[in-house]
C-alpha cells in the first residue's frame, strides 16, 4: 500500500461522519473470536432498559471492540497491508464505530435514574416553598433569629 493511501485510510476511519449510513457488520473476529455483532447490537437496543448483569456483558462488549479497533488501526498505519486488506480493515473499523455508537447511547436505566432523582428534587423544593408561603418553619430554621 502506498503512502498517500494509507493516509486516505486512516483518515476516513478517523472523520467525524464515518458512520453514517454505515451498516453493523454482521459478525466480526474479536480477539479470535467471532461475534454475531449485528444481533447483539439489535438485540440490546431493542429493550427497554437494560438488565443489571447484561449491563455488564455490554460493557465488556464495548471494551472488546474498543481493543480490536485500536489493533485495526495500527494495522493501517504500520502500512503491512496491502490496499485491499486496507479497505476491508477500515469498512471493520466503521462498523466497530457505528456498533459503539449503538451501545454507548443505551442507558435508559440512567436515565430513568436521573428522572427519580431530578422528581425528588423538585418534590423536596416544593415543598420548602409551600412551607416558607404557608409560614411554617421547617426543622433547620426552629430557634434561628431569636
Known amino acids: 500500500?502506498?503512502?498517500?493511501?494509507?493516509?486516505?485510510?486512516?483518515?476516513?476511519?478517523?472523520?467525524?461522519g464515518a458512520t453514517v449510513g454505515a451498516d453493523i457488520p454482521e459478525t466480526i473476529t474479536v480477539q479470535g473470536e467471532e461475534i454475531d455483532l449485528r444481533t447483539f447490537v439489535f438485540e440490546i437496543k431493542r429493550r427497554d432498559t437494560v438488565p443489571p448483569g447484561e449491563r455488564d456483558r455490554v460493557e465488556q462488549a464495548k471494551r472488546n471492540l474498543r481493543r480490536e479497533r485500536v489493533e485495526r488501526v495500527e494495522a493501517i498505519e504500520e502500512g503491512?497491508?496491502?490496499?485491499e486488506e486496507g479497505e476491508e480493515l477500515a469498512q471493520g473499523i466503521i462498523g466497530i464505530d457505528r456498533a459503539l455508537n449503538a451501545l454507548e447511547n443505551l442507558g435508559p436505566t440512567n436515565l430513568?435514574?436521573?428522572?427519580?432523582?431530578?422528581?425528588?428534587?423538585?418534590?423536596?423544593?416544593?415543598?420548602?416553598?409551600?412551607?416558607?408561603?404557608?409560614?411554617?418553619?421547617?426543622?433547620?430554621?426552629?430557634?434561628?433569629?431569636?
Open 1 to 16: 500500500m502506498q503512502e498517500y493511501e494509507r493516509k486516505q485510510l486512516l483518515e476516513r476511519v478517523e472523520r467525524e
Open 80 to 83: 503491512a497491508v496491502s490496499r
Open 112 to 146: 430513568e435514574q436521573e428522572q427519580k432523582a431530578q422528581q425528588a428534587a423538585d418534590k423536596k423544593r416544593w415543598m420548602s416553598f409551600l412551607k416558607k408561603a404557608l409560614g411554617q418553619k421547617d426543622a433547620n430554621s426552629q430557634g434561628r433569629g431569636r
